[in-house]
C-alpha cells in the first residue's frame, strides 16, 4: 500500500539558511499534517491542511511557512534557521480522522 | 496541562511478559483514539486504532477505550525484544478537524 513519503530525509544547514522539506501524502487522503519532534519530545503539532487550504495552526514560528499544491503535495518552508530547529519533521495524512505518518526529515541546523 | 497525558516511562519487561500503557484525556470530545509505535529515528507507525468507547484486539495487541472515565490502554501480550520502542497515544476529534494530540509517548524494552 502507498505510504507518505517525505523529501529529503536528511537536511543539513547552516543557521540563518532556509530549509524546504515536501510531503507526499497517500492518495485520496484529504489531511496533511506537518509535526516537528525534537530529541526525547512527543510530536509537537505545526499546522494542517484540508483539501489544500490551511485548517489549523500550531505551534509554529512565524520563520516557517506551509502550503498544499493542486497535486496535493505539501511543502514546509523554514526561514532564518535557528539551532533550535533541528529536529525530525513529520508528515502525516488523514481521512476521516485516521492518520498514517511519514518516515520524516531529520534536520541539523549548524 | 496538557490534554492527553502519557507516562514517559521507560518501562523495561522480560520476554513474554504482558506490557500495559495507558493514556488519559481531558477533553471528552474526543472520538477517535490511536497508538503509535516509534522505533527510534523512524516515523510513528500506527498500530491500533479505536472509534469511541470499547475494546479491539489484534493479535497480541488490545487496546482499551473507556470514554467515561477519559482513559485508554494498550496491552502487548507474549512481549518480544522487537516490541522495544516507544508507543505514543494520540486521539482526535471530528469538531477539531481530527487535529491529533498526542501523549508524550512511554519507551519500553522487552529484555531477552
Known amino acids: 500500500a502507498a505510504g507518505v513519503i517525505q523529501s529529503p530525509r536528511h537536511l543539513i544547514k547552516e543557521k540563518r539558511e532556509t530549509a524546504t522539506l515536501k510531503c507526499y501524502p497517500i492518495p485520496r487522503h484529504d489531511t496533511v499534517y506537518w509535526y516537528q519532534q525534537g530529541p526525547g519530545q512527543d510530536p509537537q503539532f505545526l499546522i494542517s491542511f484540508y483539501e489544500k487550504m490551511q485548517s489549523d495552526k500550531g505551534s509554529i514560528p512565524d520563520r516557517f511557512s506551509a502550503q498544499q499544491f493542486s497535486d496535493y503535495h505539501s511543502e514546509l518552508n523554514m526561514s532564518s534557521l535557528e539551532l533550535g530547529d533541528s529536529a525530525l519533521y513529520f508528515c502525516a495524512s488523514s481521512s476521516m480522522g485516521l492518520a498514517s505518518f511519514g518516515p520524516g526529515t531529520r534536520l541539523t541546523v549548524l | 496541562q496538557k490534554e492527553v497525558e502519557q507516562d514517559p516511562g521507560p518501562l523495561s519487561v522480560p520476554e513474554g511478559a504482558i506490557v500495559s500503557l495507558n493514556c488519559t484525556y481531558s477533553n471528552s470530545a474526543f472520538q477517535y483514539f490511536m497508538w503509535y509505535r516509534q522505533y527510534s529515528r523512524k516515523g510513528p507507525e500506527l498500530l491500533m486504532y479505536?472509534?469511541?468507547?470499547g475494546n479491539k484486539e489484534d493479535g497480541r495487541f488490545t487496546a482499551q477505550v473507556d470514554k467515561s472515565s477519559k482513559y485508554i490502554s494498550l496491552f502487548i501480550r507474549d512481549s518480544q525484544p522487537s516490541d522495544s520502542a516507544t508507543y505514543l497515544c494520540a486521539m482526535s476529534a471530528r469538531s477539531n478537524d481530527y487535529k491529533l494530540s498526542f501523549g508524550a509517548g512511554t519507551t519500553v524494552t522487552v529484555r531477552a
Open positions: 479505536t472509534y469511541s468507547s
